[in-house]
């Protein structure tokens, strides 16, 4: 079983930059989409950007569209997300998923999460 692990969470200021990784360790019948989603206390869950496993198209939401990039290292199974220009709006703890293969896209293996806080 895939199992995921994030790091490169912390505080920053507005403005800043953060670098998210999730690395991937453990069995892997193969993967059909990685993302990163987010979420703050009280709301659900959102997407913020993926990439698939199949033909690299990368996903945003509009909301980090031109400020966030979502990388990948597919020999690693590891997934980026570096974020630039950070807003407040952006605080949440940020968690990495996978889809595998034959699961038509639906996310069903999610890290841990890990905290970004954006504050002065």
């Not at 987010?38 to 945003?60: D, H, L, T």
Request: contains cysteine; charged residues 15%; proline residues 3%.
């Amino acid at each position: 079983q895939l199992q995921l692990v994030e790091s490169g969470g912390g505080q920053v200021q507005p403005g800043g930059s953060l670098r998210l990784s999730c690395a991937g360790s453990g069995r892997s019948d193969g993967l059909y989409n990685m993302g990163w989603f987010r979420q703050v206390p009280g709301k659900k869950r959102e997407f913020v950007a993926a990439i698939s496993w199949i033909n690299s198209k990368i996903y945003y939401a509009d909301s980090v569209q031109g400020r966030f990039t979502v990388s990948r290292d597919a020999g690693r199974t590891t997934l980026y997300l570096q974020m630039d220009s950070l807003k407040p709006e952006d605080t949440a703890v940020y968690y990495c998923a996978a889809a595998p293969l034959g699961s038509s896209g639906n996310y069903s293996i999610w890290g841990q999460g890990t905290q970004v806080t954006v504050s002065s």
